[in-house]
Each structure stands twice: as C-alpha cells, then as structure tokens.
C-alpha cells in the first residue's frame, strides 16, 4: 500500500507547485491530511500545516473565507499531532 502512495507522489506534488495552488491553501491541507498522514511523515505533516497557518488567508481575496476555514482546519489537526503519529 505505502509503495503504491509514493508512486503516486507526484500527482500529489504538482498542484502545490504551480502558481496559484502556492496560495491556496486547501492543497497544502489535503496533502498533509492524506498523504503526510498516510505515509506517517511527521515533518512533513507539520512543515505544510504551519505553512497553512501562517500563510496570508487574503492572498486570493475572492477566497478569503475559505483561506481562513482551512487555516483553522490546520491549527486543528497541529493540534491533533499526537493522534495521528505513532
């Protein structure tokens, strides 16, 4: 199962890194939920989430309200760590 996820590693890696996916941040969260997770790669986990939090929820103005959703989502699961990490 995990040789299957890191094939597909690059499909998950490209929309985070063309421009606009830069700023929206629901990308870093879904990578870090489902892949950083799934693989059990805590530094990574940890790197996109605070990414996430800090980031500025105004880089896309028109998606102000769902920059701020996924920044509480991340402060959410940060706050989980010790849950999702053996």
Same mark, same amino acid.
């Given at each position: 199962?995990?040789?299957?996820?890191?094939?597909?590693?690059?499909?998950?890696?490209?929309?985070?890194?063309?421009?606009?996916?830069?700023?929206?941040?629901?990308? #870093?969260?879904?990578?870090?939920?489902?892949?950083?997770?799934?693989?059990?790669? #805590? #530094?990574?986990?940890?790197?996109?989430?605070?990414?996430?939090?800090?980031?500025?929820?105004?880089?896309?103005?028109?998606?102000?309200?769902?920059?701020?959703?996924?920044?509480?989502?991340?402060?959410?699961?940060?706050?989980?760590?010790?849950?999702?990490?053996?």
């Amino acid at each position: 199962m995990i040789s299957n996820i890191h094939q597909n590693v690059s499909n998950y890696r490209l929309p985070i890194s063309q421009s606009i996916s830069k700023t929206y941040l629901a990308n #870093k969260v879904l990578y870090a939920e489902y892949f950083a997770k799934k693989i059990q790669n #805590k #530094k990574l986990f940890v790197r996109l989430l605070t990414e996430v939090k800090d980031a500025d929820p105004k880089s896309i103005p028109e998606l102000h309200p769902e920059q701020t959703f996924e920044q509480k989502k991340a402060h959410t699961m940060l706050s989980k760590l010790e849950d999702y990490f053996e």
